[in-house]
């Protein structure tokens, strides 16, 4: 789950990382107050930043410095409402509901910091660098020798001569050297507690007066820890989702949109991966990953089944069950009650394999719906490419 800059400075500050001064603001009036309560402790450059689950913000126009609080409203008045298109948000832009209104740093230097998972070696990564403020990826891509990364094994934990190689690596010294390092013990701690996939500081900056906060804030929590952490569960914002998977959340479906044009409805994960391997054979396109789970039942089918239909590019629909702990003819009864019930505008092909696939055929074929039935992955397949092609 992402959240918001904001609220990942939050959780990083509930662990001890130094970050930026900044109030949160939904309103331009409420931004212009936020402005006027850091003034009032003698800050008087503010940054207002564009809060929405993407970043590379500051290139599309969504990040404004100004040298004084009058500044403030114009640049809020900008922000807010405006539909901010990044390199990370698509051509479409997200809108921006929120902005972040921070107290302006003097910048000495620009770093990056960030903390990850290293499938491959299962262990964690701390990669950093001294080129901040830019794309890691583009750092890697020209100058991978400005990337330390340094692994660290989650049941040992962050060793301290592990901390001063990363901070002596982006050259730090004296009171600066003590606070990166600082920093950096706090960086991974909030990672660990906070179960983030990801926690990743860009820039991290020295300001002219010798300080060591963190500018931007990036945090990925892991959505299947969040049952342990009720407080940053209720840090999801699902204007900044997906409408279609946050529908499909509702009703426990793993749905993820694709840009295809074949709709797939299959029960695991791992039949779900073959099923779009099998469109693709078909010469389709997958339109969506969408485990309905173990347990098919006529709700969960028929909420698929509107999501799936929901995506204008859909030409095909393919449902593949393979009938183990649920049985055939429960999914057959479903489709058919959930396709009678909606206006099924698309072919709709299902294919039924394991317990009690005969009995569901039946259902199917009884039910008098412009429903094509297989049993064979090849004749689904088949289905497919016609349906596509008539
Ligand atoms: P991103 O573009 O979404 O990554 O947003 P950032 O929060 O990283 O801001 C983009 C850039 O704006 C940073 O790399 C800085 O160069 C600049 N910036 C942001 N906040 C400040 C600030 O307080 N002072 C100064 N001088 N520059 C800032
Ligand atoms: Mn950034």
Redesign the pocket.
């Known amino acids: 789950m992402k959240v918001h800059?904001y609220q990942a400075k939050e959780i990083l500050a509930q662990h001890g990382v130094a970050v930026?001064r900044g109030i949160v603001a939904d309103t331009v009036e409420e931004a212009v107050q936020a402005a006027e309560t850091m003034a009032a402790d003698g800050v008087t450059q503010f940054?207002v930043?564009a809060q929405i689950h993407a970043?590379?913000?500051?290139?599309g126009g969504?990040?404004k410095?100004t040298p004084s609080i009058d500044g403030v409203r114009p640049n809020a008045e900008e922000i807010l409402g405006m539909t901010l298109v990044?390199p990370q948000t698509g051509p479409e832009g997200q809108l921006v509901q929120k902005v972040l209104v921070?107290a302006?740093?003097?910048?000495a230097h620009?770093y990056y910091v960030g903390v990850t998972l290293d499938r491959a070696k299962g262990m964690d990564v701390i990669m950093a660098s001294t080129e901040g403020?830019v794309e890691i990826e583009e750092v890697a891509a020209a100058t991978p020798e400005k990337i330390v990364k340094v692994h660290v094994d989650p049941s040992i934990g962050l060793r301290p001569y592990q901390v001063n190689e990363i901070a002596s690596a982006l050259g730090f010294e004296g009171q600066a050297l003590k606070e990166a390092k600082k920093f950096i013990a706090a960086l991974y701690r909030a990672y660990r507690q906070s179960d983030a996939t990801t926690a990743e500081i860009?820039?991290l900056v020295r300001t002219e007066d010798g300080r060591v906060v963190a500018?931007?804030a990036k945090i990925e929590l892991d959505e299947n820890a969040l049952f342990r952490h009720p407080d940053l569960a209720e840090m999801r914002d699902v204007a900044e989702e997906e409408p279609l998977e946050v529908e499909a959340s509702k009703h426990n479906l793993n749905y993820i949109k694709l840009d295809g044009n074949v709709g797939c409805m299959v029960n695991g994960a791992g039949l779900a991966m073959g099923t779009m391997d099998l469109i693709k054979l078909a010469g389709g396109e997958p339109a969506n990953f969408l485990d309905v789970g173990g347990t098919a039942s006529p709700q969960t089918v028929e909420a698929g089944f509107r999501i799936i239909q929901s995506d204008p590019n859909v030409k095909a629909i393919l449902v593949n069950i393979f009938g183990g702990i649920v049985r055939c003819d429960r999914v057959a009864k479903g489709v058919v009650e959930a396709a009678s019930n909606m206006d099924l505008t698309v072919p709709l092909i299902v294919r039924l394999q394991g317990t009690n696939a005969e009995e569901g055929m039946q259902i199917l074929k009884e039910s008098g719906l412009p429903i094509e039935s297989a049993i064979r992955l090849q004749e689904a397949a088949d289905k497919v490419t016609a349906a596509l092609n008539a």
């Open positions: 800059e930026q940054v930043k970043g590379g913000r500051g290139k969504g990040v410095f990044t921070t302006a740093e003097d910048i620009e403020g860009n820039p500018l931007d």
